[in-house]
């Protein structure tokens, strides 16, 4: 146990983010999810929370938050007709798993959820490139690899915690990178991890469009786009930028019948979008962003760099509460 949860916990039990929360509640918080499992995976994944702490979640949410719809959520926000404790529920990427693991539990609460798209893959194979590195290390039986320029100097992968660790200082380092290099950088590590031939999904498979249909029929599902195939926008070269947004929100809107008037960058740090992206954006009429920067949205936040709440497999249930309330953020010193 350590000590950080201990101090969380007592916290919550102090009523800390019940307080911080009745300070924020003209304020839109929006969760940031991706995936939801059934069981927690053997090489750890920030994205793809167990089930049992997403139902958990859930029903803290659905009892303290009046939910709403994402894009509602923000035409109220930008009219000043939001109700107290207004929160929207986010998934990007576009994972099966949504529907099939995440999906009943949201009915059970009655609640909402927008999913974000990657639209050339949906229906494919295919994985995200941050996904594809990640099976490659859970499954690679290299019992090292020696990517000194990545980060990992004869860097040892036995067990599940050496590759957890050295996934995750290659996919830092990857991101970084301008699109062309990472691509070459990222299949000479494949291959160093001897897992060049596409992988199986499993469960970071991304929906099908006949699945996506289906959810939107249902009524408890919106979807907008996330780009293309999940580049970094800051990072692609111009010319490319306005494309891999364009294209994703047209396709979303000509299979779903609805134009999005949202969208969520790939990666979403403020060293991930720019001044490109937001000019792509206001071309399509665009009018609302979501970033993945911490905080939460009031009448004066950037519609172009909406703050999120990221949940992610770390989070224990104390400190996703501490964290949703905004309990964290005062702590920190923010307003
Ligand atoms: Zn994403």
């Not at 969380?8 to 839109?28: E, H, N, S, T, V």
């Not at 938050?65 to 998934?91: I, M, S």
């Not at 990472?182 to 006949?210: C, H, N, S």
């Amino acid at each position: 146990m350590s000590l950080g949860g201990a101090r969380d916990r007592l916290l919550c039990a102090a009523g800390l983010p019940a307080w911080a929360r009745r300070r924020r509640r003209r304020d839109l918080t929006i969760l940031m999810y991706h995936g939801v499992v059934a069981r927690p995976l053997e090489v750890e994944c920030w994205h793809q929370l167990p089930v049992d702490a997403f139902a958990r979640q859930m029903a803290w949410v659905a009892r303290r938050y009046a939910v709403l719809p994402l894009e509602e959520a923000l035409e109220r926000l930008a009219a000043g007709t939001l109700p107290d404790h207004a929160l929207a529920l986010t998934f990007d990427d576009g994972y099966r798993n949504v529907r099939t693991v995440a999906g009943p539990v949201l009915a059970a609460h009655g609640l909402h959820a927008t999913v974000f798209l990657v639209t050339d893959l949906v229906g494919t194979d295919e994985v995200v490139w941050p996904d594809r590195l990640y099976l490659a290390f859970a499954r690679s039986a290299a019992a090292s690899v020696d990517v000194p320029d990545l980060g990992l100097p004869r860097c040892a992968l036995e067990g599940p915690g050496r590759k957890a660790r050295a996934y995750a200082t290659a996919v830092r380092a990857l991101k970084g990178l301008p699109v062309a290099e990472k691509d070459a950088r990222l299949a000479a590590l494949l291959a160093a991890l001897g897992r060049t031939a596409p992988e199986e999904p499993g469960d970071f498979r991304m929906l099908g469009w006949d699945e996506v249909d289906a959810m939107r029929r249902e009524g408890r599902f919106g979807f907008a786009g996330h780009s293309t195939r999940h580049e970094i926008l800051a990072r692609m070269p111009d010319g490319q930028v306005a494309a891999a947004i364009g294209r994703s929100h047209e396709v979303v809107a000509a299979r779903t019948g609805h134009v999005p008037t949202v969208f969520a960058y790939p990666n979403g740090r403020a060293m991930d979008f720019d001044d490109r992206a937001r000019a792509a954006l206001g071309h399509l009429g665009v009018r609302f962003a979501l970033s993945t920067i911490e905080g939460f949205n009031d009448a004066t936040t950037d519609r172009l760099a909406l703050e999120r709440i990221s949940v992610g497999a770390d989070l224990s249930f104390a400190r996703f509460r501490l964290l949703t309330s905004g309990a964290v953020a005062l702590l920190r010193g923010r307003r």
